[in-house]
């Protein structure tokens, strides 16, 4: 049972479990669609210079005109989807990965097709080459080889002499078997290290504790958000008040808890992308083009739900119409917190306990 559940994992998840697979594949939709980007402009330059060289002799490449032609419109067509269409779609990048390989198979079958008195060489380069070029399930890629192969031997034992037919067919079906087994371990690599690259970066972005982005993260995202919003950006800045005294109390744990329910309530209002613990206390979250008054109506619920849970946590909010121009990150962050600590004065003003105000 144990060997079967390992090869079961091995074809369907690269040896991953099923739930780490799935949790791979919007990184693998994205590594997909940058290679893709980069393959399709390359078939697209490969297919329109045969093209140009094939109209400008005879023989051998004049044959194949045709070819190189539809081959280069539909690798045009994939950028196309992959510029304008993919971005709202991400699903799409795995079926313009398969349409990329088929058109590459195909281009090799046809071409064999045209030149029956010559052994395939092209179809069998292909055959190696193509299911490495992206990451995909190795069962996906197994099947896609297997109905290749059939598919070229029953084409060259129509359309080739016997003698050239037989060699191909048998190289084929050897080279299939060897693609498949290469592809096998090969993408069993690709995604385990892609699975592992994508742990660490979760590792050196994300506060443990919370789960939500740490400070490191933020700092490095900080500068970026003036280029991700068009009509006003919205920062949110957030303190929990007496952890200090919770801890003595209750303990570290009751410290801890007070700390995830914060921010668990702002990832539930602000996104996980959005969300940062930049403290031990203190959380920052930001609201792309959002409507301040929704903003501060979530920040009142934000600060009902934590109350009834037995926590406090003072928050302050600073607006930027992008109509003014850039925003200094900086200052409307400090703006955030200089209305956050208001807030606490005020908290502890009403308390009782005025002293910890800070």
Not at 32 to 56: P, Q, Y
Not at 94 to 118: K, N, P, Q, T
Not at 203 to 214: E, F, H, I, R, Y
Not at 333 to 340: C, D, I, L, R, T
Request: glycine share 6%; with cysteine.
């Amino acid at each position: 049972m144990n060997t079967i559940h390992k090869l079961r994992k091995l074809f369907l998840y690269a040896g991953l479990e099923k739930e780490e697979y799935y949790q791979l594949i919007p990184h693998i939709r994205e590594e997909n669609r940058m290679l893709l980007k980069v393959f399709s402009r390359i078939a697209v330059g490969m297919f329109f210079l045969l093209l140009i060289v094939s109209l400008n002799s005879g023989g051998f490449a004049a044959v194949n005109s045709t070819t190189y032609l539809i081959s280069g419109l539909v690798m045009l067509v994939i950028l196309f989807c992959i510029r304008f269409i993919v971005p709202k779609h991400p699903s799409l990048v795995m079926v313009l990965v398969y349409v990329f390989e088929i058109i590459l198979y195909a281009f090799s079958i046809r071409i064999s097709m045209l030149h029956a008195d010559m052994p395939a060489v092209s179809a069998v380069a292909f055959l190696l080459v193509s299911p490495l070029l992206f990451y995909d399930r190795p069962v996906m890629l197994s099947a896609l080889i297997s109905i290749v192969v059939a598919v070229f031997c029953v084409v060259v034992v129509r359309f080739k002499q016997p003698a050239i037919a037989a060699t191909d067919v048998w190289n084929m079906i050897t080279f299939g078997i060897v693609a498949i087994a290469v592809t096998m371990f090969i993408m069993n690599v690709k995604i385990r290290a892609l699975a592992q690259s994508r742990q660490i970066e979760y590792m050196s972005q994300t506060d443990l504790l919370t789960a939500v982005k740490n400070r490191n993260h933020y700092e490095n995202r900080l500068p970026k958000y003036p280029d991700m919003c068009a009509s006003n950006l919205i920062c949110v800045y957030g303190d929990v008040n007496g952890l200090h005294e919770i801890n003595n109390r209750q303990g570290h744990l009751a410290g801890d808890k007070m700390l995830r329910d914060a921010a668990a309530a702002m990832q539930q209002y602000f996104g996980t992308e959005h969300t940062y613990r930049i403290g031990g206390d203190e959380f920052v979250a930001f609201r792309l083009d959002g409507k301040p008054e929704e903003v501060s109506a979530a920040v009142d619920r934000m600060q009902q739900e934590l109350a009834e849970k037995g926590w406090h946590v003072s928050f302050g909010m600073s607006v930027h119409e992008m109509a003014q121009g850039t925003p200094d990150m900086f200052e409307l962050v400090k703006q955030a917190e200089s209305n956050m600590f208001a807030a606490k004065r005020e908290f502890y003003r009403q308390s009782g306990h005025d002293r910890r105000a800070r």
